[in-house]
């Protein structure tokens, strides 16, 4: 099951990647220049009734603002004398505030968990793809930053849709996975071409998002459902500097040997830095391998010191990254208003030539 996005004009397709990514409303534009009656259709059939947001919608508390800004809008666009707005746009709105006023009266209620649904155009073509997973909706939850996806994610994942050679036909592996996006978008671009398909190990510290990329990834609607060697497996960047957890990841890089290892926003505590170098010098040791590493700058001295540590064993080279298309993946919250490319910096992480790997 899918949305079929049929070539709708770029204004409604807007508004439906915003809705289906929960982006903050004075974020989004409403198609004021189409008809009412064009607008009118999309909302209802291909948002409010359509199958696909009624098994992953997003969370009610998005939804009642979402609702309250399209049927403001859609009362004041100029109509013909056949058009009216259908009831149940009005219906499913007024239900979803009398749902919330309950919650209101039973005390203060924290964003709840929410389907969300990235499109991305794969390869220049006309059709969407998607991916889709159930994130929290606030920073930290159950002790762990890995239940939402973070900028980083979206940028690298726009990034490997671009540059899809990076992961078609090569075995992966992604440190920090966090709820898997990265994992779904690979393992799509991969069943593309089914020779293309290797095994793609999506790893975490925490056995509450290890068992959130696991959903997600088996969602019927996404493709990596379907794909024969994707797996999320526990890994501990601390294991590589531990005399008995060493075993571990010696094991686990053995039997993953990929090719290409990803990271997204996984450098925010200083703290973690030489576990984290540690493993991706293990992970590089052999010839030819490469990893892909996202980060935020949300602190000039951290980053810095990722980097300065990560050179005394590898390679490290900042990719000139500029997205064409800076809204390919909304839902970019944590970026407020800032340009992702901007703050988000992507390095390509190699064996030094001076310290040869193994071949
Ligand atoms: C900020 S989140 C990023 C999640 C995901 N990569 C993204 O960009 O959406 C950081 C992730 O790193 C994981 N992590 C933190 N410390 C770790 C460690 N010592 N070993 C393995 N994973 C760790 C967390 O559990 C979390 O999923």
Known sequence: M?????????????????????????????????????????????????????????????????????????????????????????????????RSTTSYAMGFIPPLPSYFTYFWRQGGGPDFESATLLESRTTIESGTTGLKTWGASLVLAQFLTVYSDLVRGKRLLELGSGAGLLGIIAANIQLMDSSACESIYLTDVNPEVLARCAENLSLPCNKSSSHPSIKTVHLDWTDSLDPIGIASVHDLLEEASPDVILGADVVYDPGIIPSLVEILRLALEHQGRTALIALTERNQDTLAQFIQAARMSLCVEQLQVTLADTRMFWGISDFGDSIPDQIVKVFQLSTRPDRPGIE
């Open 2 to 98: 899918n949305v079929a996005l049929c070539n709708p004009p770029d204004a409604l397709v807007d508004v439906l990647r915003g809705y289906a990514t929960l982006c903050p409303i004075r974020t989004l534009q409403f198609p004021n220049t189409l008809s009412f009656h064009q607008v009118h259709e999309f909302l209802l059939n291909h948002i409010l009734l359509h199958p696909f947001f009624i098994s992953y919608p997003p969370s009610p508390q998005y939804q009642q603002q979402f609702w309250k800004w399209t049927l403001a809008h859609l009362e004041s666009m100029p109509m013909e004398e056949d058009d009216e707005i259908d009831y149940r746009l009005y219906h499913h709105h007024v239900s979803l505030v009398s």
